[in-house]
């Protein structure tokens, strides 16, 4: 069945670091990746997405490109400020399902 | 901007009580979703509804679960008799029918 293997955290990071998340997939078909981020006490939110194979995604300073041939979707972010830190979650949707598996998520903290 | 809303954000039960979440959707997404969030883990797919119609409720444990989306609109999780291992962070989607699902703020249930 589908899987998301996420780098494991926590990840402790100064302000303006460079960042780097590392995801990995597993899927029978031609998925979608996502990224989202939790914040204290909330629910999820879409970060990026990218739809099919070379896409590049991003928000907020925040990129990943999926690779097919590594099944691979790195979140990545230049300079990292202290309202960065939540926990980032992974995740796909296989074509023709809406359902998302999630990875188990990655706490970044970014100290100032 | 519209939002997923979730009440309560909170609920505090002992074991072998009932007990309910209630989820309103953002206008108009026909498929709603609910989630399980485990502590330190990634959301877990319960239910899935098309408008009215379960989708897909393979991993919802039927003997204790059930959820209801009379009307095509909002919806109804229920666990009777909650037991302890019930206590997580029970999280609410939708979506317009499409891939991005967007969530709510969750309610985070405790079983003592």
């Known amino acids: 069945g589908d899987s998301v293997t996420q780098m494991e955290g926590p990840v402790t990071l100064s302000e303006e670091a460079f960042l780097t998340i590392n995801c990995t997939y597993t899927?029978?078909?031609?998925?979608?990746l996502f990224w989202y981020v939790q914040y204290p006490g909330e629910g999820l939110q879409l970060l990026l997405k990218?739809?099919?194979?070379?896409d590049k995604g991003s928000n907020k300073g925040f990129e990943a490109t999926y690779r097919k041939e590594t099944t691979s979707f790195h979140l990545e972010k230049g300079s990292v400020q202290v309202s960065d830190s939540a926990v980032y979650f992974c995740?796909?949707?296989?074509?023709?399902?809406?359902?998302?598996?999630f990875g188990t998520g990655t706490r970044l903290t970014i100290i100032p | 901007e519209a939002e997923v809303a979730q009440s309560p954000r909170y609920k505090i039960t002992e074991k072998s009580q009932a007990v309910a979440f209630w989820c309103d959707p953002i206008s108009g997404h026909a498929t709603l979703y609910w989630y399980r969030q485990i502590l330190g883990q990634g959301p877990e797919l319960l239910v899935q509804?098309?408008?009215?119609?379960?989708?897909?409720d393979s991993q919802l444990p039927k003997d204790r679960f059930s959820a209801e989306r009379l009307k095509g609109v909002d919806s109804t999780l229920k666990i009777q008799p909650a037991e302890l291992g019930d206590s997580a962070m029970y999280l609410c989607?939708?979506?317009?029918?499409?891939?991005?699902?967007?969530f709510g703020p969750g309610t985070r249930l405790l079983v003592l």
């Open positions: 899927a029978t078909g031609y998925p979608s």
């Open positions: 989607a939708s979506s317009p029918s499409g891939e991005t699902q967007y």
């Open positions: 995740a796909l949707s296989d074509f023709g399902n809406e359902k998302l598996t």
């Open positions: 990218a739809t099919k194979a070379d």
């Open positions: 509804f098309q408008d009215e119609s379960v989708v897909d």
